[in-house]
């Protein structure tokens, strides 16, 4: 189970914001999917993505793809509970994790995708399992479900953790129309702007 807590780690980098050596963590991430899969297949094709592209252009398209869009947002709380209460408490209690683990929350709030991927890996065996079969894979089953149909770049990173889970996790795959409407069922109504994730951010800052 610890080594493939460890395995779903690699996936991590992938759905970070760009920064040099993004290519390097496709290939890494490749080595723990088994050939052929279409997990392999997703990860292929963001590896043909970036490659040639600069940094800029990537920013932007990470950007496009996972901070505009609420529906497909890397903050696993919010897919799990939207604005509620109980994201609040859930945003506490991975804060907690992550201190008892001796990692860096950084720039982004406590229940970032790529961060619980790496607490999962870090926790005792018992707890990374709960934390991703409890809270990762019912979200990121919300973030692809939340995807366009079509949709390349990045998502491409999403789309692959997502095939990783459904294929050894038991996070089944999207199939159910009913799933895409669902998906966007936690946000009905609410008009994101930029701005708003960061008053959010100031606001657990100073709750917490």
Same mark, same amino acid.
């Given at each position: 189970?610890?080594?493939?807590?460890?395995?779903?780690?690699?996936?991590?980098?992938?759905?970070?914001?760009?920064?040099?050596?993004?290519?390097?963590?496709?290939?890494?991430?490749?080595?723990?999917?088994?050939?052929?899969?279409?997990?392999?297949?997703?990860?292929?094709?963001?590896?043909?993505?970036?490659?040639?592209?600069?940094?800029?252009?990537?920013?932007?398209?990470?950007?496009?793809?996972?901070?505009?869009?609420?529906?497909?947002?890397?903050?696993?709380?919010?897919?799990?509970?939207? +604005?509620?209460?109980?994201? $609040?408490?859930? %945003? &506490?209690?991975?804060?907690? /994790?992550? !201190?008892?683990?001796? *990692?860096?929350? @950084?720039?982004?709030?406590?229940?970032?995708?790529?961060?619980?991927?790496?607490?999962?890996?870090? +926790?005792?065996?018992?707890? $990374?399992?709960? %934390? &991703?079969?409890?809270?990762? /894979?019912? !979200?990121?089953?919300? *973030?692809?479900? @939340?995807?366009?149909?079509?949709?390349?770049?990045?998502?491409?990173?999403?789309?692959?953790?997502?095939?990783?889970?459904?294929?050894?996790?038991?996070?089944?795959?999207?199939?159910?129309?009913?799933?895409?409407?669902?998906?966007?069922?936690?946000?009905?109504?609410?008009?994101?702007?930029?701005?708003?994730?960061?008053?959010?951010?100031?606001?657990?800052?100073?709750?917490?």
């Amino acid at each position: 189970m610890a080594a493939a807590l460890e395995d779903l780690k690699r996936f991590g980098p992938l759905l970070r914001y760009p920064a040099p050596g993004s290519a390097q963590a496709v290939q890494r991430a490749l080595a723990v999917v088994a050939p052929q899969s279409l997990a392999a297949r997703e990860l292929a094709a963001l590896s043909e993505f970036l490659d040639g592209k600069d940094l800029y252009t990537l920013e932007e398209e990470y950007t496009r793809t996972f901070d505009i869009n609420p529906v497909v947002t890397l903050d696993v709380g919010f897919q799990l509970f939207g +604005l509620a209460y109980k994201r $609040g408490e859930f %945003l &506490v209690k991975m804060r907690q /994790a992550l !201190a008892r683990c001796g *990692m860096e929350q @950084g720039t982004e709030l406590a229940d970032y995708l790529p961060t619980l991927l790496e607490l999962a890996a870090a +926790l005792p065996a018992d707890e $990374g399992l709960a %934390l &991703v079969e409890e809270c990762i /894979a019912p !979200a990121v089953k919300r *973030m692809a479900a @939340g995807l366009p149909e079509k949709a390349g770049g990045f998502a491409h990173g999403l789309k692959a953790l997502h095939a990783h889970l459904a294929a050894n996790w038991g996070c089944s795959d999207i199939a159910d129309p009913d799933l895409r409407d669902e998906a966007h069922d936690i946000t009905e109504g609410y008009e994101y702007s930029p701005g708003d994730l960061d008053d959010l951010r100031l606001g657990v800052n100073r709750h917490v």
